[in-house]
């Protein structure tokens, strides 16, 4: 499976996702700039990629450091992390990063300024080793809700190319095929940036999962039509009582799926949940440029010169619309979901795990 | 405003509106399966657009036919009406056109070969006319619904572009606009052939109508956010019980507006409602290759080479979901619009009529 980003002879190699399919191409970042510009450009996407690229950024900037205190360090450390934090505002994993970053640094404050960037280096591989494993998770948590023989529909890309590897989304697919399920998956394009149709279609051609790919206004039609039998997104940002925040179009997809007794589920990562926020209505929800939308790979116009245009990036789906969240520690009820953030919560009485 | 098609000169200039907005060109028609070949590949587009176009065809095919009796002409018109028809299977307005162009032969059966070829070229130009007389009327009927400081949803493209003139769904918003009536339209692009972003948005500008471009999986979340007041859309065919059949996502357009107790309603000249079929799941649905979507102006891939698509050109709105359908007789609701079959029906008992 092609690598989304890796940590290779002291700089972050980053797949420059805006060309696929047409291209597989990589970027070498030297240092942290080069990584914030790949995340506001779109080479790298996806909540738990970009969390992963932040800590690869620290990581860079950390190495360029002169210090002679730990003080002194984490001072001038904070222009990264700054800089990283500003690049985009709707996924909470940037922040869940940094927040582990400097928690991994005050845990290490004792260390030589030399140590402590050797050890930076192998805390941000970890997190991203870290995340195929909690995907892994993911795909296991979330396999049972694929029955043999369903169509399963999903948005975006919640892929291998969303994180470290394997997915989220797409992790309950690929152990489901695991389980020698057969089933099969269509991907709605998900416009302007087109993930669904460059990113995800061809993921799952890589990985030979049958898929279909559809536009983003079809998906009704197909679920009156009885063609579709749940659906799997991701999420930028999930928040206390269960309402998500996903790329633009999941909340539409959210009402035709309730529109049809279809189930809709999330899969989220512990790292993209943020308990700090009451609701939905708090998420800062992006908004990007038009050219986005006017026009297709920065060069093919498809709409009059000078026309308005609201791009939100993002879009938020009540909880009431979930019918799962799953993260690393099992299947909830968006009802259930904030006693996830109490230590002491008795998991295993609220997990969902239905009889296969 | 520029003319959707026109006869000159013994031929027909329709305008190729697969090249918009990006040029403005005429293809010069001298032959009915030109006209065919014009209404396959989305040259002209839009159900009462493709009705008048296949009228002109058939005058044209006229112009060539040797015949010494009517019903030898009649027979050589065949090939004609057979070829256009099998163009597009959802609109019923070739049918239509079809119909009625044969009852006008009919009616004149007694004139010369000549004299029909010459009076057959008039009723072609009079559909056209009549065609913006009707769009009229359903502006008038229509800008009912459109209030001070709406914000007006739309689909596709059902405008001066998808008619003779002035448009269908666009039709109410001039006469709104007339009326003095301050309001916004939101256009969605209408992937995969972006009729929206192309030909609605380009329209409404060159008519200094206020309009911002949005994708298709965007409506939902402005919906949520209270930023739209109504939709309105056309129809490609509409049915003895009120089911609409239109561009793909129109369906979807509907749930998203029931869901947020939004008015939803559908601008139908009585040449697109099909009374001899009793409900939407019995319209042929077009299906149509997959390069529309993979493909920008064919040639801006989109998706992995040899991905499987699903393309479907139309979906089917319940009655259920339609607040009312707007035609040149009135607004009326879905379950009466039956009685619009029925010469002796008292449409002014039935008509939709708003206090101002």
Known sequence: ????????????????????????????????????????????????????????????????????????????????????????????????AVDRIRAFLENHRDESIEKLKGVLIEEAKKILEEDVAINRSIGIWGAQFIHEGDTVLTHCNAGSLATGGYGTATAPMLVAREQGKKFSVIADETRPVLQGARLTAWELMEEKIPVTLITDNTAGALMKRGEINLAIVGTDRTVRNGDVANKIGTYSVAVLCKEHGIPFYVAAPLSSIDFSIQSGDQIPIEERGPEEVTHIFGKCRIAPEGVKVRNLAFDVTPARYVTAIITEKGAFRPEDLKELADPRADLERLKIQLKQ
């Open 1 to 96: 499976m092609v690598k989304t980003i890796e940590w290779v002879d002291g700089k972050v190699h980053m797949l420059d996702q805006s060309r696929l399919p047409i291209e597989v191409v990589y970027i070498e970042c030297k240092d942290y700039l080069k990584v914030a510009e790949g995340i506001k450009k779109l080479w790298i996407r996806g909540a738990p990629a970009i969390g992963i690229a932040a800590a690869m950024g620290l990581a860079l900037a950390a190495q360029e450091i002169k210090a002679d205190s730990f003080e002194l360090f984490m001072k001038r450390l904070e222009p990264a992390c700054d800089t990283l934090l500003a690049t985009r505002p709707t996924a909470v994993n940037i922040q869940w």
